[in-house]
């Protein structure tokens, strides 16, 4: 039995009984992670001494009759924008190397309380802002399916790995398509959760009110499976939903017949892929023949999610990534090394004046107001990647006095009509289902020129977000060149079982979340 092969439902059941140890199963998968992570770059990090110890002591206690946890001896990753107390947690920025978090996320707090087994951290796109991984202070993750393709992103190392059989399980964060996006353009499952389902402490914060945790698998009941440890209230999160945890996974069974799955126009937009629309229209016919029902709705404020998006979330961001200024988080600017102030010597910035930088000449060391100025300057200049930067320029652009209503209060009036839009919705169907992405996986360096190119690339993703409901996202089809597309499903608030229950027969009627890429055979 190769471990690699098996689901994570099958890794849990084959530990319990004893017919697989938690040591070999780990082994296995570090084993592919040594063997194929060099050409993929999915992981940061990787604690091969520390992963096989907590395995081992799974399978002593297992041996010994004691009480072993529900994910006891699965492997793992963990993307690096989740603080975990015994590994580095960067983001994937040069601005947090080297920084060991003093406590675990809450959920990596759940996972190694389940008895999983923590086998690396993943990489992303710098601070969870991007869609492609190139934004990656540590290079890009390479698509297993191509590797001269982006994986997605933000989360892109938890999707590649999965993809590759690196690890059975990984999670991710979705502020704006981060789970969904990259999940399809692997070819694998990824739920982005309702906001609040899963606890956000120990996330590193990019956006507070639309970031939430969620799992990647290979199938959505291996989502299940893990959404039952990982969800749940945490009084350290108070944004956290205390509703009870369902058994996500008894709850897989029911059929399908009688829902109501809408498809919405606005969704084949111009810009569709003709390969993806055939994939996408496929997969409403698969679950026609599963006893849905297909309906039309409409989302007419869609088209305004891309621009309310990138207004909302980088206006969160420059307030959250305020913290990196070298003093209280952060990598602080080594005196000494490249230009220096002089203290005493530089100059004053007059109230009210600051201190001006000539165009084509930059701020010159002894043009910094204060060494306490020049300190924040350029550790926040070395630290943070460009897109950050862009981030951070926008969001504090869109909320200083005079824009604040033009473009922050106005965005937020939009978003809650997009938020209507969705109410709406759901008085008539159950969930909605829709393409994941307009276009199959990407190459590298295909749009890292082109800020707003890759800002589109999250049109069907962020509305989830803006409106705080839940979406899943997995791979309905191929294209001629063998690359996966991936089908999305969107529900309302707390309806993950129904979700993961379509999504789970939708994988029960076809075969295409079994497929592998033969570069990782
Ligand atoms: N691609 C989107 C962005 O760049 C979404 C990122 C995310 O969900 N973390 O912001």
Same mark, same amino acid.
């Given at each position: 039995m190769q471990p690699a092969e098996l689901s994570a439902t099958e890794i849990v059941a084959a530990v319990r009984q004893g017919d697989l140890t938690a040591v070999r199963c780990t082994e296995a998968f570090l084993d592919r992670i040594a063997r194929l992570d060099g050409s993929i770059n999915a992981f940061l990090h990787v604690d091969r001494e520390a992963a096989l110890a907590t395995a081992a002591r799974i399978d002593e206690r297992?041996?010994?009759?004691?009480?072993?946890? =529900?994910? %006891?001896?699965?492997? !793992? %990753?963990? +993307?690096?924008?989740?603080?975990?107390? &015994?590994? =580095? #947690? #960067?983001?994937?920025? +040069?601005?947090l190397a080297g920084f060991r978090p003093p406590y675990d996320a809450d959920t990596v707090a759940r996972l190694r309380a389940a008895d999983a087994v923590i086998v690396g951290k993943t990489n992303?796109?710098? *601070? $969870?802002?991007?869609?492609?991984?190139?934004?990656?202070?540590?290079?890009? !993750?390479?698509?297993p399916w191509d590797l001269a393709r982006a994986p997605g992103g933000s989360s892109g190392g938890s999707a590649a790995c999965v993809a590759a059989d690196m690890a059975p399980v990984a999670i991710g964060s979705d502020t704006g398509g981060s789970i969904r996006q990259p999940a399809g353009l692997c070819g694998i499952t990824g739920l982005k959760p309702t906001y609040g389902r899963v606890s956000r402490r120990g996330l590193v914060a990019f956006a507070s009110s639309l970031d939430q945790i969620g799992p990647m698998a290979r199938s959505a009941a291996d989502c299940a499976l893990v959404l039952e440890t990982i969800a749940g209230h945490d009084p350290g999160d108070s944004t956290s939903l205390?509703?009870? !945890? =369902?058994?996500y996974t008894e709850l897989l069974d029911q059929p399908l017949a009688g829902l109501r799955i809408g498809r919405v126009p606005e969704h084949y937009a111009a810009g569709l892929d003709p390969e993806v629309r055939a994939g996408v229209d496929e997969a409403f016919a698969v679950f026609r023949t599963a006893g849905a029902t297909i309906v039309d709705v409409e989302l007419p404020h869609a088209k305004y999610g891309v621009p309310t998006y990138y207004l909302v979330a980088p206006c969160e961001a420059s307030s959250n990534l305020a913290r990196y200024d070298g003093a209280h988080y952060g990598v602080r600017a080594e005196p000494g090394k490249g230009v220096r102030a002089e203290p005493g010597k530089g100059v004053r910035a007059e109230p009210g004046k600051g201190v001006r930088a000539e165009p084509g000449k930059g701020v010159r060391a002894d043009e910094f107001a204060s060494p306490l100025v020049e300190m924040y300057c350029r550790s926040r200049g070395e630290g943070f990647g460009p897109e950050v930067k862009r981030r951070i320029m926008l969001g504090t652009y869109a909320l200083s006095a005079? /824009?604040? &209503?033009?473009?922050? %209060? +106005?965005?937020? +009036?939009?978003?809650?009509?997009?938020?209507?839009?969705?109410?709406?919705?759901?008085?008539?169907?159950?969930?909605?289902?829709?393409?994941?992405?307009?276009?199959?996986? *990407?190459?590298?360096?295909?749009?890292?020129?082109? =800020?707003?190119?890759? /800002?589109?690339?999250?049109?069907?993703?962020? $509305?989830?977000?803006?409106?705080?409901?839940?979406?899943?996202? *997995?791979?309905?089809g191929f294209t001629k060149g063998g690359l996966p597309i991936g089908f999305q499903l969107q529900g309302p608030a707390l309806a993950e079982p129904t979700l993961l229950r379509a999504a789970d027969r939708f994988q029960r009627l076809t075969d295409w979340h079994t497929r592998r890429p033969k570069a990782c055979a």
């Open positions: 297992r041996r010994a009759g004691k009480p072993i946890g =529900p994910l %006891a001896g699965l492997p !793992v %990753a963990v +993307k690096d924008a989740l603080c975990t107390a &015994d590994q =580095p #947690t #960067t983001c994937a920025s +040069k601005m992303m796109d710098e *601070f $969870a802002m991007g869609g492609s991984n190139e934004n990656s202070a540590f290079g890009p !993750v390479h698509n205390a509703a009870d !945890v =369902p058994h005079g /824009y604040y &209503d033009a473009y922050y %209060a +106005k965005a937020l +009036k939009v978003r809650r009509l997009i938020r209507q839009d969705y109410l709406e919705a759901f008085e008539r169907v159950d969930l909605i289902g829709g393409p994941v992405s307009a276009t199959p996986a *990407f190459r590298l360096g295909e749009k890292t020129g082109d =800020p707003l190119a890759m /800002y589109l690339v999250d049109l069907y993703t962020v $509305a989830t977000n803006l409106a705080g409901v839940g979406g899943i996202s *997995f791979p309905c």
